[in-house]
């Protein structure tokens, strides 16, 4: 994807564009390992950390579907989602919860279970950033 200028944080770009709905959401969930685990060093973290964050918009995309559906199905009239679409995408929302997970596994492995810095560890951070 030559041509494209790097992602904020050092992401890997796996979507073919970030500034979808599905970019958004991966935003969102890279920022949130970020505040998690801190900074990725290496660039196979950060890979992991975008395989992580691609699974979380998998599996948001897949419950807003779902949710989506099931709403049309219970309150529309007319042409609605019949019961084997609203199941084949509850099963696509358990299979992208079950890959969303097992990525979140793989990197909590790699990282290691950190904890949340105390306050005096974010001021020193927040210092060293405006520095």
Known sequence: MGGKRR????????LSTHRSTEGVAF????AA???????FGTQLLKLEASRVAVAWA??????????????????????RPGSREVERLARRQGLADGSYQLAL??????????????????????QERKT
Do not use: F, H
């Open 7 to 14: 992602l904020v944080g050092g992401a890997v770009r796996l």
């Open 27 to 30: 935003r969102r969930c890279y």
């Open 33 to 39: 390992l970020v505040e998690r685990y801190g900074q």
């Open 58 to 79: 998998n599996l948001e995309d897949a419950t807003k579907a779902l949710s989506e559906a099931r709403r049309r199905r219970a309150k529309e009239r007319g042409r």
């Open 105 to 126: 596994g793989r990197i909590e492995a790699m990282v290691g279970s950190v904890q949340k810095p105390d306050l005096a560890l974010r001021v020193l951070w927040a």
